[in-house]
């Protein structure tokens, strides 16, 4: 028998080459008995002694199902620590009323999202795709009277939600000359002042904005959040960025509004396909920029949040508090 506590992998077969580096591997072996090259695909797959007898799961991508079978087949389980975002479509309500500590690495994955969002905003602001396309098309092309209004200092930046990417991208952007402008309902004024933004009801938001960048969660009550009525409230010339959920913006009205010519976008998500079928409208236009949801975590990127899920798992076995504690309540807001 070890006498380190056991824990076990489950996410797609995969993950966790691209997940956890070999210092992270070695540290967390120290103190737990894992098997890195067996991660679980489904929990019928487990011996049913080891998982009885797991403490630790250490979930990701693809991860199966968390209920109330799998609690009373894993009775001794203490935590899910998630290396990834949102625990909603895998860790069930049971877990926090059996006292099981839920993580996630959304604070680690929010980081190269807001890195994305912000290198659009900026080259946005800068119209540099509109430039980009001119150019093609003529290369005696008079920049200075072409884009004589074009830049950063002043312009009115939108962020529609608050969340963990949405302040991170305030903090990213502090060093900008811009103005920037938040809607979100569950923001103050007196928090607002201290985020340093302008708070404003969603509509209002639309209609002053010069880019708009959407990070807000994708619930019932924020599907097509942006439908034909509010997208035309957009400033003519303004750019959409879409970092977010491809649901929160209503596919068909954006398409018009777009191959209208009237507004520009920048969608890392979109809906209802994901990736986009090869004849979408949308990949022909040249005033979208599209890419195939490469603003989270990609590459390297991926082992901050592996990183983040073994030092929780060392920081349980320390009694020590965890990082990214996800509570119910939170459950219910997540994307």
Known sequence: MTSRPVALLAMDSDLPARLFDDVARHRVLQVLDVDFSRPAATFDDVDPDRLASTEVLITGWGSPRIDGDVLDRAPALRAVLHAAGSVRGHVDPVCWERGILVTTAADANAQPVAEYAVAMIILSAKEVFRAQALYRRSQTLDHRS????????????????????????????????????????YVDAHEASRLGV?????DDLLQACDVVSLHAPLLPSTRHLLDAGRL????????????????LVDHDALVAELQAGRI??????????????ADSPLLGLENVVVTPHVAGALGNELYRLGTHALDNAVRLTESRPLQGMVSLDELARMA
């Not at 520009?264 to 079928?277: F, N």
């Open 146 to 185: 072409e884009f004589a209004s074009v830049g950063c200092n002043g312009r009115r930046v939108g962020l529609v939600g608050a969340s963990r990417i949405g302040r991170r991208v305030l903090e990213l952007l502090a060093g900008f000359d811009l103005e920037i402008w938040l809607s979100d309902p």
């Open 264 to 277: 520009r976008a920048v969608l890392d998500a979109t809906d209802p396909h994901e990736p986009l079928a």
């Open 232 to 247: 035309a409230l957009m400033r003519d010339g303004a750019t959409l960025v879409n970092t977010a959920r491809g649901g």
């Open 198 to 202: 302008r708070l404003a009801s969603l």
